[in-house]
C-alpha cells in the first residue's frame, strides 16, 4: 500500500488460515473477510426513546427558520412565532440567516435583530464588531473541510465555522424551548425534543458530519444521544411534504396553455398571485393541518411512478428523482441526488459584477470593508427589487442607493455616481434624480441568467438519463421557486414532458417535510450511494488478472495490494437498515485502537486505492480497549449502515460478544 497509510500499520484481518503478511511486514495491509450485505428489515430497529414533540430546523444559506409538531398530534405543524423585523416586500415567516458577535466574539443576536442592530451602529463602531451572512455555503465549497475551517466576517476578519454554526443552533433551540414552555404552560425539556437538521442532499458526508459536530457543540444534542438529531435531506423533506399537498394548497403550472384564455404566463401569475394570498390569510394561523389522507395529486400516482423534486434554495440546487412505492407510498430514491451550488446569491453576484463593472472592483472592495452596514442595506434594497423581477415586465426596477455609497464613492473617486454611470458602457442601467440606479427589465433579467442557466443545464441533464423517464410530476421548492423567471424557465426546457408543481408557501416546503420526516424518518426506503466507499486490501495474487507492479511475496505467499475493497458502489441503491458487514482482526492481543482508512471515488466500478478518482475521505476507528479475550484470535465484525442520511458503524466483538465503540470520521484529515 502506499506510504501515507502508516496510520493502518498494525492491522491485519485474515480470512484463510494462513496469516495475513502484513503482520510481519509491518505493511498496511488488510485481507478481507468475506465480504457480505445484509438487508435487515426496518421494523426490527427496537424503539428508541419516545420524544413528545419533533423540531426540525431549516438551516438556509439566506434564511432560516424550524417549525415542530406534536407526537401526539402529528397532523398539526407550527411554524415560528412570527418574527420581529421584517423587509419590505419579503414575506417573513423565516429570518436572515445572519449572525451578529460583539467585538470580543461573543453572541449578539441573529436574524433581523443581528441586521438591524449592525445596521444602526456608527462606522467606526461597526468596524469592530463581526457580521456574518450567507456562510453556509462555504461547508458546500470548502474542498477539505474540518472542524478547523474559517469564515470571513464583514469586516474581513477570520471566525471560526464550528462556532458560528454553533451559535445559530444554540439560538434555534433556545427559542424553539421557550415557544413550547409557553405553549404548554412550563418548562419544556430538551430530552423530550427530537431534532431535525435540514442539509442539501448535494452535500458530501464531512457536511453533514460538520452539522452534527455544531449540533454537539451548541448543546442541541449530545454525543451520547446521537439519535436525539437527525440529519435530513432538503429535497427528501420536500417530497414527503408534496405526497400530502390538497389541490388548494398548490399552483399546477401544467394546465394546458390556452385554457380559460390565459395565456400560460397569465396563468402563472395569476396562480402565483392567488397563492400568496392565501399564504398571506393563513399567515396569522401558524398552524399547518396536514390532512392525514394522501393529496389529491398523490392519488393520481400509481406504484411505479416516478417525480422529480427540484428543490431551489438561497446557495444550492437540489434534484432528487423518487418513485412511489405502494400501498404505504414508501418513496424510493431512483438516481443519486444531483445538483450544484446554483441557489438565488447568484443573481446577487451577478448584481455585485454589475457594481464592479460601473464603479471599478476597487471601490466595491473598499467601500464592503469600510462601510460594511451601508453594503448589507444595499444588498437589501436589491433584493427585494430581485422578487420583481418577471419575464413579461415591462417598465424598469429602482434600487436605492444608500446615501453613504454615494458620498463614500465622490470621496474616493472625486467625481460623482452619476458620472460613473455616464462614463461606463453599461446602458441598460440609469441614473435617476432621486438617487437610485434604474435597471431596464433586461437588465435584471440577464442577473438571472446565468444562474438558471445552470439548472436548466442540470435539469436537461438529468431528464436524459434513462432512469429519469416518464416523469410524472416535477416539484419545484424552496425560495428561489417563487422566482417567475425560473418557473418560466423550467416550463419551456420541459414543454409539457411533466406536469410542474408549486406548493403554495413554498419557501416553508422543507420545513414542514422535515418535521414529517421526523415523525417517520423509515418513510423513505431506499437510497442511492453517490459515491462508491470501501477500504485498501490484500488479495491473493492472480496471474493474468492483477498487474504485476501490485505484486508483494511474502513467506511464499503472492499477494496484491492496494486492491479496493467496496462496501457500496456509488448509485446503487440501498436499503434503509441494510448492513455491510467486514471483520477485522487486531494485529496486537494488546492493540486498544484499529483505525482503517476508508476511501471514496466518484466511479461506480474501481479495482484499486491508488487509482486516480480514489481519494482517502475518512477514517473508520474500533475501540478494542476493554474486550481483551482469551480467544487464540480476536475477530471484530463491523457492521456499516449506508441506506440512511448519514453513514453509520456498529461493531462487535465475535468471541465474547460485547459491543466495541464505532465510528467513522469524514472530517479529520
Not at 435539469?459 to 422566482?483: H, N, Q, R, W
Not at 484499486?608 to 476507528?621: D, Q
Request: hydrophobic letters at 35%.
Amino acid at each position: 500500500m502506499t506510504e501515507k497509510d502508516t496510520a493502518t500499520d498494525n492491522l491485519i484481518t485474515d480470512a484463510m488460515a494462513n496469516p495475513s503478511p502484513a503482520k510481519s511486514l509491518g505493511d498496511p495491509g488488510i485481507t478481507p473477510l468475506s465480504p457480505s450485505h445484509t438487508q435487515e428489515d426496518s421494523d426490527q430497529v427496537p424503539p428508541g426513546p419516545s420524544y413528545v414533540v419533533v423540531v426540525a430546523i431549516d438551516f438556509g444559506t439566506t434564511s432560516s427558520g424550524y417549525a415542530y409538531a406534536f407526537t401526539k398530534e402529528p397532523e398539526c405543524i407550527h411554524t415560528m412565532r412570527r418574527w420581529e423585523g421584517g423587509d419590505p416586500g419579503v414575506s417573513n415567516q423565516k429570518t436572515p440567516t445572519t449572525i451578529l458577535l460583539t467585538p470580543d466574539r461573543k453572541f449578539h443576536s441573529f436574524g433581523y435583530a443581528a441586521r438591524d442592530f449592525y445596521h444602526d451602529l456608527d462606522p467606526s463602531e461597526s468596524k469592530q464588531w463581526l457580521y456574518l451572512e450567507k456562510f453556509k455555503m462555504k461547508l458546500h465549497t470548502t474542498a477539505n473541510l474540518s472542524i478547523n475551517t474559517d469564515l470571513h466576517a464583514a469586516n474581513g476578519k477570520r471566525v471560526k465555522a464550528l462556532d458560528i454554526f454553533a451559535y445559530a443552533l444554540a439560538f434555534f433551540k433556545e427559542q424553539a424551548l421557550k415557544e413550547l414552555s409557553d405553549q404548554t404552560g412550563g418548562e419544556f425539556l430538551n430530552s423530550d425534543v427530537r431534532w431535525v437538521i435540514t442539509v442539501p442532499a448535494i452535500w458530501k458526508m464531512p457536511a453533514k458530519q460538520f452539522m452534527r459536530e455544531a449540533a454537539y457543540k451548541s448543546g442541541l444534542v449530545s454525543r451520547d444521544v446521537p439519535e436525539q438529531l437527525i440529519i435530513a435531506l432538503e429535497p427528501e423533506a420536500a417530497s414527503i411534504y408534496c405526497r400530502k399537498l390538497r389541490l388548494h394548497q398548490m399552483v399546477d403550472l401544467g394546465t394546458p396553455p390556452t385554457q380559460n384564455g390565459f395565456s400560460p404566463t397569465e396563468n402563472l401569475g395569476s396562480g402565483m398571485t392567488q397563492a400568496k394570498e392565501n399564504v398571506r390569510r393563513n399567515r396569522q394561523s401558524r398552524t399547518f393541518l396536514v390532512e392525514n389522507v394522501v393529496g389529491e395529486l398523490w392519488a393520481e400516482l400509481e406504484e411505479g411512478d416516478r417525480y422529480v423534486v427540484v428543490d431551489c434554495g438561497g446557495g444550492t440546487v437540489d434534484l432528487t428523482v423518487h418513485q412511489i412505492r405502494l400501498p404505504e407510498g414508501h418513496l424510493k430514491e431512483l438516481h443519486k441526488a444531483s445538483g450544484g451550488p446554483y441557489g438565488s446569491i447568484g443573481i446577487d453576484y451577478e448584481f455585485e459584477k454589475l457594481l464592479c463593472k460601473i464603479f471599478g472592483q476597487d471601490f466595491i472592495d473598499q467601500f464592503k470593508i469600510k462601510r460594511p452596514a451601508a453594503w448589507v442595506d444595499l444588498m437589501i434594497a436589491f433584493e427585494s427589487r430581485k422578487r420583481a423581477a418577471a419575464p413579461d415586465r415591462t417598465n424598469p426596477l429602482n434600487i436605492n442607493l444608500p446615501f453613504s455609497f454615494i458620498d463614500y464613492y465622490k470621496k474616493f473617486r472625486g467625481h460623482s455616481v452619476e458620472h460613473a454611470l455616464r462614463k461606463s458602457n453599461v446602458d441598460f442601467v440609469k441614473w435617476s434624480s432621486q438617487g437610485m440606479l434604474r435597471m431596464s427589465p433586461d437588465a435584471m433579467n440577464s442577473l438571472f441568467k446565468p444562474t438558471i442557466d445552470h439548472i436548466i443545464q442540470h435539469l436537461t441533464e438529468l431528464f436524459e438519463k434513462p432512469e429519469v423517464c416518464d416523469i410524472k410530476f416535477l416539484f419545484l421548492v424552496g425560495g428561489f421557486a417563487e422566482s417567475s423567471l425560473l418557473q418560466h424557465a423550467v416550463q419551456n426546457m420541459l414543454q409539457g414532458r411533466s406536469r410542474i408543481i408549486i406548493p403554495h408557501d413554498v419557501g416553508l416546503t422543507i420545513l414542514k417535510g422535515a418535521v414529517l420526516f421526523g415523525l417517520d424518518p423509515s418513510v423513505i426506503k431506499v437510497r442511492r450511494s453517490p459515491l462508491t466507499y470501501g477500504v485498501g486490501v490484500l488479495n491473493r495474487f492472480v496471474e493474468g488478472k492483477h498487474p504485476p507492479d501490485k505484486l508483494l511475496v511474502k513467506d511464499g505467499t503472492r499477494w496484491c495490494t492496494d486492491v479496493f475493497d467496496v462496501f457500496i458502489a456509488a448509485d446503487k441503491s440501498v436499503a434503509l437498515g441494510e448492513l455491510v458487514k467486514r471483520s477485522y482482526t487486531p494485529a496486537k492481543p494488546s492493540q486498544q485502537v484499529i483505525v482503517i482508512h476508508v476511501y471514496c471515488s466518484e466511479k461506480e466500478s474501481v479495482s484499486f486505492i491508488s487509482e486516480a478518482s480514489v481519494r482517502k475521505c475518512g477514517t473508520l476507528r474500533l475501540d478494542v480497549s476493554g474486550t481483551e479475550s482469551t480467544a487464540p484470535r480476536r475477530e471484530i465484525q463491523t457492521l456499516m449502515q449506508f441506506g440512511d442520511t448519514e453513514i453509520r458503524a456498529m461493531a462487535v466483538d465475535v468471541s465474547t460478544g460485547r459491543t466495541v465503540k464505532a465510528s467513522i470520521d469524514f472530517l479529520s484529515h
